[in-house]
């Protein structure tokens, strides 16, 4: 057989007979055979289903290590729970006392008023 191309001729290699043998798992295809006159090759058949099954298990498995990273990575917090009480009062667990202020440094209010503290 000779092909005429841009006024080039090219002989073609003569045909060869090829036999493609289809193997199945019960009703799955599971790949082929490709039989030439000198060689039989099989083929693996790509099973999407399976594919993206194992890239979602990745993916999930991915996102749980990244979550479980950043909860044991985070610092504990300064103070413990804010919790309110009966009748409104609020309690910090593990919070430390305020220093007392001094006489002089009473707030603008509490010299208006000429309060002073209970222990002063």
């Known amino acids: 057989m000779t092909s005429t191309m841009d006024g080039r001729s090219a002989t073609a290699a003569p045909a060869t007979t090829v036999t493609v043998l289809p193997v ?10 490709i039989i030439d ?3 039989a090759v099989f083929r693996p058949v790509v099973d999407v289903t399976r594919l993206a099954g194992a890239a979602l298990a990745a993916a999930g498995a991915i996102t749980v290590a990244v979550a479980v990273t950043a909860v044991t990575a985070r610092r504990r917090p300064m103070i ?5 009480g009966p009748g409104g009062w609020v309690s910090v667990k593990r919070a430390g006392r305020p220093r007392l202020r001094s006489a002089e440094q009473r707030p603008w209010w509490a010299h208006l008023i000429g309060a002073h503290r209970l222990g002063d």
């Not at 413990?80 to 309110?84: D, K």
């Open 24 to 33: 199945t798992d019960k009703d799955r295809p599971v790949g082929a055979w």
């Open 80 to 84: 413990g729970a804010v919790t309110m």
């Open 37 to 39: 006159a000198d060689t």
